[in-house]
């Protein structure tokens, strides 16, 4: 996909992007008979920041991919947190809901991490 993008706040503590685009997607079916399907898609994206302090940010990031053949939603919403100058804690929560013509599905993954850095 290709899109461009536009910062519609920009602030000290809060960031808000959107941004929009076209491209083209290729899909295998998982089971039998697996079917090839090819499609043009268009794309809307919107990314929030805020920053709570130096060191806590809050990051909320929404995606729609939309075809003819599937529409698919994308979210991921995290806390990260700088405990030390080199140790850092992330939570996420993702979620990607697929609205297909061969099947629905939703996946989600919540995630706990430690950054070392040095």
């Known amino acids: ?25 290729y899909s295998k079916d998982k089971y039998a008979p697996f079917d090839d399907q090819n499609e043009v898609i268009g794309t809307i994206g919107l990314y929030y920041a805020y920053l709570f302090n130096e060191r806590v940010k809050f990051n909320q990031d929404l995606g729609y991919e939309f075809g003819k053949e599937a529409q698919i939603l994308r979210s991921r919403s995290s806390v990260s ?32 991490g430690v950054k070392y850095s040095y």
């Open 1 to 25: 996909t290709a899109g461009l993008g536009f910062d519609l706040l920009k602030e000290e503590k809060q960031t808000l992007t959107t941004e929009v685009g076209a491209g083209y997607r």
């Open 81 to 112: 947190a700088s405990l030390t100058d080199s140790i850092s804690g992330l939570v996420s929560f993702q979620l990607k809901d697929t609205q297909a013509d061969s099947g629905n599905s939703r996946d989600s993954l919540f995630s706990v």
